[in-house]
């Protein structure tokens, strides 16, 4: 089975920009989950979506949004992008279902907010 | 809000030795998970664990989930430097997908 991919690997963007990121899960797999990753904070989850519903949110501004489409595949999008913004961001898909939560992560797309 | 601390934050050994992480938490979580991450790259799951008291090994790490599913713990056995990476412990509360990830601890294993 072919991986998780993420779409751009590596983006630069300029303060107020905005910025969408793509994720392709795992065939079969229904969950995809985004978190955030930097050497501050860590990693932290910002939302997951299953069938094309968020099912979870993290503590995240509303500047951060997503969306998940019928194939799965998930988009994330940052608006008004801050210098803070700078991180990797790392999608996650897993089947979603009851018997099993472990998630599988995608190499990431690095984000610099300059 | 639950935290899981990963101790040590950081570890340089010699390859050969023997080392233990710790993820310990106030919460319990429903399931816990193992990652390791590369520079540049997303985390590798390695395990998961979901019952208290429960040991798995795979080849050389041994993982165990404490009785009261609040603290983990993850043994190398005579680490290689293909070990060297970013150890990161990850609980699920409930039925979720919201992983929360420990602070991390980075692993360097010198040939």
């Known amino acids: 089975k072919a991986g998780v991919t993420q779409t751009p690997r590596y983006l630069i963007k300029t303060r107020g920009q905005q910025v969408t990121l793509s994720c392709s899960p795992i065939?079969?797999?229904?969950?995809v989950s985004w978190y955030q990753q930097t050497p501050g904070q860590g990693l932290q989850f910002l939302f997951e979506?299953?069938?094309?519903?968020?099912?979870n949110k993290g503590n995240f501004p509303g500047r951060f949004s997503g969306r998940q489409f019928s194939n799965s595949r998930s988009e994330m999008n940052v608006s008004t992008l801050e210098l803070g913004d700078s991180a990797l961001y790392l999608c996650?898909?897993?089947?979603?279902?009851?018997?099993?939560?472990?998630?599988?992560f995608g190499p990431g797309t690095r984000l610099t907010v300059t | 809000t639950q935290l899981l601390e990963q101790s040590p934050q950081f570890l340089s050994i010699q390859e050969g030795e023997n080392l233990t992480v710790y993820c310990n938490s106030s919460?319990?979580?429903?399931?816990l998970q193992w990652y390791r991450q590369e520079p540049g790259e997303g985390p590798v799951l390695l395990v998961t664990?979901?019952?208290?008291?429960e040991v798995k090994k795979l080849k050389r790490l041994t993982f165990q989930f404490g009785d009261a599913r609040k603290d983990s713990s993850l043994h190398i056995t005579a680490a290689q430097p293909g070990d060297t990476g970013l150890y990161l412990c990850?609980?699920?509360?409930?039925?979720?997908?919201?992983?929360?990830f420990g602070t991390g601890t980075l692993l360097a294993v010198q040939p």
């Open positions: 996650a898909s897993s089947s979603g279902t009851s018997s099993s939560y472990e998630q599988y």
């Open positions: 065939s079969g797999h229904r969950s």
């Open positions: 979506y299953f069938s094309e519903t968020q099912r």
């Open positions: 919460s319990v979580f429903s399931s």
């Open positions: 664990v979901v019952t208290g008291g």
């Open positions: 990850a609980g699920a509360a409930g039925a979720t997908n919201k992983l929360i």
